[in-house]
């Protein structure tokens, strides 16, 4: 069955400070992974997602997340944290067919000025 | 391209009343999906629909929620009666294709609702 644990219920960084968020997997086959960001009050916005090649993805707002099969891990960085970062952010695994996306608890993330 | 909407965004009820939300996805969106998100926890799938066809329901409590989505476009889930643990946050998304592995969802706002 899939799963999905973060780690780290909340972050506290310094704005300008990097971030890395952590997340790990657990599928039977190659999954599809997600990083969603959901800000107070709004729905879930899509960051990068994962399928094959490259395992560096790149997404919006300067996030990227590495692919790491080994150890199961899709961890989301920032080489930057501005203050408007600062929302609950979700890693979710989907399969192949169906598309049902399976999320972890979420981490939330507080920056400090 | 608007968003997918839902409402209402805000729903108070007492324990064993009745509640519907609604969703309109994405124009030409042929999936949509219906999360339920308790608070503390992330997302999750309670009924997946293909055009008007269900995909996924397992998830679903079907003693006391039922879903449709007439016509494939727009959805309605609703609580019948309602428990206190279903306190959440109701999530509507859709995606683009027929569902298929790696397609993005895209998430309206939410409905909070909240159980006395």
């Known amino acids: 069955a899939q799963s999905v644990t973060q780690p780290d219920i909340h972050i506290t960084v310094s704005e300008g400070a990097s971030l890395e968020l952590r997340c790990n997997y657990s599928y039977g086959a190659t999954p599809y992974l997600f990083w969603y960001v959901q800000s107070p009050g709004q729905g879930l916005q899509l960051l990068l997602k994962y399928f094959s090649g490259d395992t560096l993805v790149q997404g919006i707002k300067g996030f990227e997340a590495e692919f790491k099969r080994s150890q199961s891990s899709f961890n989301l960085r920032k080489p930057s944290v501005h203050w408007s970062d600062a929302a609950e952010y979700f890693c979710a695994v989907g399969g192949i067919r169906g598309n049902k996306l399976v999320f972890g608890a979420g981490t939330i993330l507080r920056v400090k000025s | 391209e608007a968003g997918v909407a839902q409402s209402p965004r805000y729903k108070i009820i007492e324990k064993r009343q009745s509640v519907a939300f609604w969703c309109n996805p994405i124009?030409?969106?042929?999936?949509l999906y219906w999360y339920q998100q308790i608070l503390g926890q992330g997302p999750k799938l309670l009924i997946q629909f293909q055009n008007n066809g269900v995909v996924d329901d397992s998830q679903l409590p079907k003693d006391r929620f039922s879903a449709e989505r007439l016509k494939g476009v727009d959805s309605t889930l609703k609580i019948q009666p309602a428990k206190l643990e279903d306190s959440a946050v109701y999530l509507c998304?859709?995606?683009?294709?027929?569902?298929?592995?790696?397609?993005?969802?895209?998430f309206g706002p939410g409905t909070r609702l909240l159980v006395l």
């Open positions: 124009s030409g969106h042929a999936t």
């Open positions: 998304a859709s995606s683009y294709g027929a569902g298929v592995g790696g397609e993005t969802q895209y």
